[in-house]
């Protein structure tokens, strides 16, 4: 079984120390199945490859299974099945653990030599040549697709010599994107096994924990977590139950129910779920503002935060919320308490009521309300309209509303219903248009208006967005 993770960020050797493996020895580490070797195939400025081998002897297979810990969904119930099965050579659960166990700090985001390094998005390409993939190559784009991979799943041929006979249940997997190398290591742990499906080991009740821990900021927003949840927990429903009620919590702007997520979609691409294309939209509109200060006001579980953080261009971040509860996502989702100093400096949580006006919040480039507003009982909303247009006064605001009119687009959602229970009004392009105009008249900005997401002939995109900037 082999992994290997490639990046070029120069100096690409750097990533000897986010793995804490020197590129000029080879490594190895006993694991429960065998032994997890690590080496470089490739090291040097340009470009570094680390290479996870995993050499699993059939035999501590076999007697780990004799423990009686793990019912296996491959059929091995036959005494030799045992001994002769493919889990030596596909990549596997076998695999997820054995990276847990070899990069374990790195999958934390922890370095201690390149703490900067280890919290910035680098271009990494991540090879698993021989991948068990239940359900064919195309699950492999929907499960690591939203997270920002470009994922190329090549079905590899049952016999090379024999065509028809059509392709096996083993795809050749290349991920290339730009992200964190704990990210890039968090997802590998998690979707290894869900993609093999077959896990080879007991799943206990702690292992909700242990997901919800591991997909902290990715796993929440996924369009196809029920699948994950269901797979990662081996079918046991009355857990997967539980993570997925965990999760929900977690996210309350997903929107699960009337996103427009892949799942519903098995025969188009799979596409950032509206979530992440807001935190997109967002972010790109601060970028284009130029801003470095920013504020992120009722930030929620911090979904966004760790996006701006993810971006050097941002000096200082600053999160409020009127919930603690929503800011102890955040700090978590963030691993405030795990930041490397200098990160930690540039980053803020406010406990802050946006219908009140807080000194702490003036004098920044720019503030987000993201799906803020129509949480507000409309009385309340002239308090904050005066609080962040009048007295916080940032150079930029970036809003986002959703756009009532979509609503009818989201078959599962009642006619009339707002698409959050929280959500206290929804307007329709018309009246936002209405209500930006009134903000720019009264305080002294002009906006832009546009929408987020497939935009529709009829109603429009499912969200509106609205880009201030002080006159
Ligand atoms: N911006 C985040 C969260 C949106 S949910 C995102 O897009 O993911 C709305 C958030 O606004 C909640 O976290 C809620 O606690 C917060 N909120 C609602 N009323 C608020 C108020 N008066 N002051 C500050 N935050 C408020």
Redesign the pocket.
């Given at each position: 079984m082999l992994l290997t993770l490639t990046t070029t960020h120069r100096p690409a050797t750097d990533l000897g120390h986010l793995l804490v493996k020197h590129p000029d020895r080879t490594h190895a580490f006993d694991v429960p199945v065998g032994t997890a070797h690590v080496f470089y195939p490739q090291a040097d400025e340009a470009r570094c490859t680390a290479a996870l081998l995993l050499d699993v002897d059939p035999t501590r297979l076999a007697a780990a299974r004799g423990r009686g810990r793990q019912p296996t969904a491959t059929p091995e119930s036959f005494t030799l099945g045992r001994y002769v099965n493919d889990r030596p050579y596909a990549a596997s659960s076998l695999l997820a653990s054995a990276l847990s166990r070899v990069y374990r700090s790195a999958l934390r985001g922890e370095s201690r030599d390149r703490p900067e390094l280890a919290a910035t998005s680098i271009p990494l390409e991540i090879r698993v040549p021989v991948l068990r993939c239940r359900g064919g190559a195309e699950v492999a784009t929907r499960l690591f697709g939203p997270l920002g991979w470009t994922v190329t799943a090549i079905p590899i041929a049952l016999d090379e010599q024999h065509p028809q006979w059509g392709e096996s249940r083993y795809v050749d997997l290349t991920l290339t994107g730009t992200l964190r190398v704990a990210d890039a290591l968090n997802h590998l742990y998690v979707l290894l096994p869900v993609l093999d499906d077959a896990k080879h080991y007991w799943v206990a009740p702690d292992e909700v924990d242990k997901l919800l821990r591991v997909g902290a900021g990715w796993l929440a927003g996924h369009p196809e977590r029920g699948l994950i949840v269901r797979r990662y927990l081996a079918h046991r429903r009355a857990l997967a139950g539980q993570a997925l009620e965990r999760l929900a919590a977690q996210c309350?702007?997903d929107e699960p129910s009337v996103d427009d997520g892949v799942a519903d979609r098995p025969d188009q691409a799979p596409r950032a779920s509206l979530?992440a294309r807001?935190r997109e939209a967002v972010h790109a509109a601060l970028v284009e503002a130029g801003a470095q200060r920013v504020l992120?006001?009722?930030?929620?579980?911090g979904?966004?935060l760790a996006t701006l953080i993810g971006d050097r261009r941002f000096t200082e971040i600053v999160g409020?919320?009127?919930?603690t509860q929503?800011l102890g996502l955040a700090a978590r989702r963030i691993r405030l308490d795990r930041l490397p100093e200098r990160q930690r400096n540039r980053v803020t949580l406010h406990h802050?009521?946006?219908?009140y006006r807080d000194e702490r919040l003036r004098g920044y480039d720019a503030a987000v309300l993201?799906?803020?507003i129509e949480?507000?009982d409309p009385p309340?909303l002239p308090a904050?309209e005066d609080a962040v247009f009048g007295y916080a006064r940032p150079t930029t605001v970036v809003l986002t509303t959703p756009n009532v009119e979509h609503n009818v687009r989201y078959e599962s959602l009642a006619a009339g219903a707002f698409r959050h229970s929280d959500h206290r009004f929804e307007w329709t392009r018309a009246e936002f248009a209405e209500w930006v105009d009134r903000i720019c008249a009264t305080y002294g900005y002009s906006a832009v208006v546009r929408g987020i997401g497939d935009d529709d002939p009829q109603v429009g995109a499912p969200t509106q967005l609205a880009v201030f900037t002080r006159t």
């Open positions: 309350p702007t979530a807001r992120d006001l009722g930030c929620g579980g979904a966004l409020t919320d009127v919930s929503a802050s009521a946006l219908t993201m799906e803020v949480h507000l309340r904050l």
